[in-house]
């Protein structure tokens, strides 16, 4: 795929670390299965390898033994009683497509749908839980924007995302309408893309530039993609800036596509839940946008290993009602949410206890629903081990099991978080702060009807 081409790239990768082992999951079904009990989730959230199963991304040639292994790893974790969710594009496109122009092509769409439908035909009889693409924003911005991720384009910042973007949602289109209309009936799951955003925090609440502003990055950040699935066509915060900006630089249109009317009506409306990662907050005020600099942290919230990832529980609730504002009270899925530590490996990690109680606690999901009436369906946390992650390599740890790349055998040791989280699903909410054992009452301290875990 395209990240194990970026992770071989000298210098691109922290450590010069690869994916080429990383958790050795493919070897460790059944230990993973055995953790996941140990965490007693009902739900596992996972990613397919477009290329370990059709290693040119097209159904010219079949890999069964790469297929094989999704079906072990499906057939045990429902054996287990855990229900598989399974995302189909998580940033891993067969390098082969890469080569006549990947996600800037828009032959993509086609190969994708196919990609697709070769799946909820192989998978789909033992599959209710779907995710088109994770993360379309860090596709379309990290991947060909910036350039820090595979496959680290970043001579077109300005025009190549948008492209990127584009077509990443009528593929994303595609894939739904395919599931929709072929499978839906005889197979009975649910299916969406899975977006990504941080919230925006008015530097100066005060201060409506700075509130204008927030806003503004909000739309460039989640709208980008869940305006056109949910409310059709781009949303007018970014129309409207790209156009000027585009005119203003000499160009006769909008570097931001158009979709046809036709697209407008293929792409609204494509989802049965709202997939929705979220990590962390950002102070946003009016210069931070107009000169283009990089983000600005508030130093008064708390830190985590990784330098973009600040504590900030608050953010959580604000960007939960912002979406039921924004798209109509959709249901939500939280398919990520989570803490990284770096540096020396200790396995009491109270700072992840501490976020995930700020995060799911009062102060983010339950507050949203009793306050503000968002529809959370399930909640899934990043991650079950600690991975691969990205450009980061394995310097930065956010499972809730320790992987000591140190052992032949890869061994996962569990950290103290398991413990604590495990007793969140237990009372599908949280214990009672006194007793440790006995659950709040359900009114105040349950969340909705299943808890989830991600890697």
């Excluded at 990205?390 to 790349?405: C, M, P, Q």
């Amino acid at each position: 795929s395209i990240w194990d081409k970026f992770a071989h790239t000298h210098l691109r990768i922290s450590n010069d670390d690869n994916g080429d082992i990383a958790c050795d999951s493919y070897n460790k079904v059944e230990e993973d299965v055995a953790i996941l009990k140990q965490l007693k989730v009902t739900h596992y959230r996972f990613s397919i390898s477009w290329s370990r199963v059709l290693p040119d991304g097209t159904t010219n040639y079949i890999n069964e033994a790469g297929l094989n292994y999704y079906h072990r790893l499906v057939d045990a974790l429902i054996a287990a009683n855990i229900q598989p969710h399974v995302t189909l594009y998580h940033w891993d496109l067969p390098q082969a497509l890469q080569d006549i122009g990947g996600w800037e092509n828009d032959t993509i769409v086609t190969k994708f749908r196919d990609y697709a439908d070769f799946i909820f035909d192989r998978l789909g009889h033992k599959v209710k839980f779907w995710i088109t693409i994770n993360e379309p924003y860090n596709v379309a911005m990290i991947g060909h924007g910036y350039g820090v991720g595979a496959p680290g384009i970043s001579f077109r910042p300005g025009t190549l995302p948008y492209i990127v973007g584009h077509n990443l949602l009528k593929a994303h289109a595609e894939a739904w309408h395919i599931y929709n209309d072929k499978y839906r009936a005889k197979q009975n799951g649910i299916i969406s893309i899975t977006i990504n955003s941080d919230w925006s925090e008015p530097r100066n609440p005060y201060k409506q530039e700075d509130y204008d502003a927030a806003i503004r990055a909000i739309q460039f950040y989640i709208g980008w993609f869940a305006h056109p699935v949910y409310n059709g066509d781009y949303n007018d915060i970014m129309k409207t800036v790209i156009r000027e900006r585009s005119l203003a630089a000499g160009l006769l249109k909008s570097r931001l596509p158009e979709f046809t009317p036709e697209e407008v009506k293929r792409i609204k409306g494509t989802y049965d839940y709202f997939g929705f990662n979220y990590y962390t907050t950002k102070p946003t005020d009016l210069a931070q946008l107009t000169l283009g600099v990089g983000s600005i942290v508030d130093l008064t919230w708390l830190d985590s290993g990784s330098g973009w990832l600040k504590v900030t529980p608050f953010g959580f609730r604000r960007i939960l009602n912002f979406i039921k504002e924004e798209y109509g009270n959709p249901p939500i899925i939280i398919t990520e949410n989570g803490i990284s530590e770096r540096g020396t490996v200790d396995l009491n990690d109270t700072h992840r206890s501490h976020y995930y109680e700020k995060y799911i606690n009062q102060k983010a999901i339950n507050m949203s629903q009793i306050k503000y009436g968002v529809d959370i369906r399930g909640y899934t946390a990043w991650s079950l081990m600690d991975n691969f992650e990205w450009t980061n390599g394995f310097s930065e740890r956010f499972g809730f099991f320790y992987v000591n790349h140190s052992d032949p055998n890869i061994s996962r040791v569990a950290k103290k978080s398991v413990s604590d989280y495990s007793k969140i699903i237990t009372c599908n909410g949280f214990p009672h702060p006194e007793s440790g054992h006995e659950c709040l009452n359900p009114v105040e301290g349950k969340l909705t009807p299943w808890i989830v875990n991600s890697t």
